[in-house]
């Protein structure tokens, strides 16, 4: 197999990386690690000097189904880390620093001198965030992480606080929200793949998992397609939805936590709810007998909580829900789409990470609760 890296090394046109990154592979059968190699846009000289430099190396050559690369680039786009992650055993950490290649079988998570930063709310996070110094990618980051626990329209009061704390890395090692009532406290942790995800001090991610359908129903009419004579307009137009058909009445239960963003009644949705789960994901139920009581705009809503009754209000031929997920406004195929799953660390991990993190608040003069 070296011998095979040897002569494709001569006659491959490494690809571009088009200023990405990151890039993270999954093998399928028939896959080699050289065509992971180039399309990141490395050499193919870089690619022979890495499989001559330890016998670890050799391991990229044996590679299944199911097995993992991760190959991050620096800012020029020169290698800094390849991450092999096989499906049977420990992961292969490769650095590249000073033209030489390093191996270890460990993830060593950082332990360097903390530094932080305090975003005090006044008039708006993405206002206060950029008067502290605190760049647009990490306030992205904060909103993507805290928008499952806090409505970033609704729930911020002047006072408020956002502690970000460094570990010389250039994501944070942990991001805490702290008002007169509570305190939200997110630690980061890298998982096999070197890939920082931030968890409670519980060791799970405030991301929910979704389940498949928010209703108890007998069977699906009609898919997510772009083409669909409409029952009532008889005409074609794309149909972004799931319509699962189920007796007037039947309950139907939030798949994921989330914030009720509107009840409305509209001509073609009949009686609908939309409800907002994090920063980027929205999910729609339409042709609703009833709203369940209490539903207003703002509301907390927990997974599986009731939210109305299925029904065959506005352009509708039965009873049935018709169900959408859309992904920063764009919509997806409920069958299809990959959603987010509620991730914990692992629990040969847990000491260390929440051992982690109790230095973290001691060292913010926060009191650890756990």
Avoid: C
């Avoid at 059968?29 to 990141?40: E, Q, R, V």
């Avoid at 305090?118 to 904060?142: F, P, Q, R, W």
């Avoid at 931030?198 to 929910?208: F, K, S, V």
């Avoid at 907002?276 to 369940?292: D, I, P, Q, R």
């Amino acid at each position: 197999m070296l011998a095979f890296f040897l002569i494709f090394s001569l006659i491959a046109s490494p690809s571009h990386a088009n200023g990405k990154h990151d890039f993270i592979f999954e093998v399928s059968s028939g896959d080699a690690f050289y065509k992971f190699f180039y399309k990141t846009g490395l050499s193919a000289k870089l690619l022979t000097k890495l499989i001559a430099s330890d016998k670890s190396a050799q391991n990229l050559n044996k590679i299944y189904p199911g097995d993992k690369f991760r190959i991050i680039l620096n800012d020029k786009h020169g290698l800094e880390q390849i991450i092999f992650s096989p499906v049977n055993s420990s992961p292969l950490y490769i650095s590249y620093e000073n033209n030489k290649f390093r191996f270890n079988n460990e993830n060593n998570q950082p332990k360097g001198r903390l530094s932080h930063k305090t975003i005090i709310i006044d008039k708006s996070l993405n206002y206060d965030a950029k008067k502290a110094g605190i760049d647009a990618e990490i306030v992205k980051l904060m909103v993507d992480n805290f928008s499952w626990e806090i409505d970033f329209s609704r729930d911020l009061r002047k006072g408020d606080k956002f502690i970000l704390s460094w570990d010389g890395e250039k994501k944070p090692h942990a991001m805490i929200y702290v008002n007169n009532k509570k305190i939200i406290a997110l630690f980061g942790y890298k998982n096999n793949l070197g890939q920082k995800i931030y968890y409670t001090a519980e060791g799970y991610t405030l991301n929910d998992s979704f389940t498949f359908a928010p209703v108890k129903y007998s069977r699906i009419s009609s898919r997510f397609t772009l083409r669909r004579l409409h029952p009532t307009l008889k005409v074609y137009r794309p149909h972004r939805g799931t319509d699962f058909v189920a007796p007037s009445g039947t309950p139907i239960y939030a798949p994921a936590k989330g914030v009720i963003k509107y009840t409305k009644t509209l001509n073609g949705y009949g009686n609908v709810i939309y409800l907002k789960h994090g920063s980027e994901l929205l999910t729609v139920y339409a042709h609703l007998s009833n709203f369940a009581k209490g539903l207003k705009p703002g509301k907390r809503i927990s997974k599986g909580a009731l939210i109305g009754y299925v029904g065959s209000t506005g352009a509708s031929t039965g009873p049935h829900l018709h169900y959408e997920i859309r992904i920063n406004g764009v919509h997806q195929d409920a069958e299809k789409v990959k959603l987010p799953s509620k991730l914990l660390v692992p629990k040969s991990e847990m000491a260390e990470f929440q051992s982690q993190a109790k230095d973290t608040l001691i060292s913010l003069g926060i009191k650890p609760r756990f």
